[in-house]
């Protein structure tokens, strides 16, 4: 059984109690420099590894804008 859980206003199945971590590696991410929230709540990157995701999260990911 899945869960769906929602990525930048995108739905995607995951296994239950998937790692954030994981995820963000399916996703693509991988190493990339990017900043997560969960349900408006911002995640410290070095939780990642212990985070699991759960049904109807709402995920948002993005990415640093450089400039000045």
Do not use: C, H
Request: hydrophobic share 40%; no cysteine.
């Amino acid at each position: 059984m899945m869960i769906q859980v929602s990525v930048n206003n995108e739905i995607k199945s995951i296994a239950p109690a998937t790692l954030l971590s994981d995820a963000l590696q399916d996703w693509g991410y991988g190493d990339s420099k990017i900043a997560v929230a969960i349900n408006q709540e911002f995640v410290p990157r070095s939780t990642y590894t212990e985070r699991a995701l759960s049904n109807n999260d709402q995920i948002d990911i993005v990415r640093p804008v450089g400039g000045g």
